[in-house]
């Protein structure tokens, strides 16, 4: 079992920085994929970002890539989700979640935080 608890999210103006974490409690943490999601109100669930377990490949989705960097520390059992240039249309809950394997969906994770709010101002 693992559990991922996200913090770092809050209230900012447009175009500056955040950073997002996500603590995993468990011994397996550094063999799962992790990624990132995010939910608006009145949308789905939309992928944002996602990194392997050795932290070597990443992949982002179109509407935040270079803007955002996803990383992990594996010695600290934690994730990161850097957001530079921070939108209005960025706003929503930020999900980190946890799958056997590099993956780019949803299905594929097994493990959810509870989310974080980010909500940015224009």
């Known amino acids: 079992q693992v559990q991922l608890v996200e913090s770092g999210g809050g209230l900012v103006q447009a175009g500056v920085s955040l950073r997002l974490s996500c603590a995993a409690s468990g011994r397996t943490f550094s063999s799962y994929g992790m990624g990132w999601f995010r939910q608006a109100p009145g949308k789905e669930r939309e992928f944002v970002a996602a990194i392997n377990w050795r932290g070597d490949s990443t992949y982002y989705a179109d509407s935040v890539k270079g803007r955002f960097t996803i990383s992990r520390d594996n010695a600290k059992n934690t994730v990161y989700l850097q957001m530079n240039l921070l939108k209005p249309e960025d706003t929503a809950v930020y999900h980190c979640?946890?799958?056997?394997?590099?993956?780019?969906?949803?299905?594929?994770?097994?493990?959810w935080g509870q989310g974080t709010q980010v909500t940015v101002s224009s």
């Open positions: 979640a946890a799958a056997p394997r590099y993956a780019t969906y949803a299905v594929a994770y097994d493990y």
